[in-house]
């Protein structure tokens, strides 16, 4: 299992912006070929993707977040980020990192990011 660890979540005001990082412990061999994302849990929801990019930099997003977040990765640093700008009340969850690489899952803790005035 490989240690994913999530920072940059906490409170801003709808319209606001926060910026995630997920910093990876594997070796930088394998998080290069590794597809990361960010997933998403509010209370009483399930878990939804918000966004991923593949070792080829293809990215997915989730529609609803399209114009406002961006994922990006750093290979040379093993971590990868979420800018999210426009932020809305709807946005507020428990944000987690994901790893996936050969069919298996890594995730990191989660950061809470809360959008309230």
């Known amino acids: 299992q490989v240690q994913l660890v999530e920072s940059g979540g906490g409170l801003v005001q709808p319209g606001g912006s926060l910026n995630l990082s997920c910093s990876c412990a594997?070796?930088?061999?394998?998080?290069?070929?590794?597809?990361m994302g960010w997933y998403r849990q509010a209370p009483g929801k399930q878990r939804e993707l918000v966004a991923s990019?593949?070792?080829?930099?293809?990215?997915d997003s989730a529609d609803s977040v399209k114009g406002r977040f961006t994922t990006s990765r750093n290979n040379a640093r093993n971590t990868i980020y979420l800018q999210m700008n426009s932020l809305k009340p709807e946005d507020t969850a428990v944000y987690y990192c994901?790893?996936?690489?050969?069919?298996?899952?890594?995730w990191g803790q989660g950061t809470q990011v809360t959008v309230s005035s």
């Open positions: 594997a070796s930088a061999s394998i998080f290069k070929i590794s597809t």
């Open positions: 994901n790893r996936r690489l050969f069919g298996f899952d890594d």
């Open positions: 990019i593949t070792s080829g930099g293809k990215i």
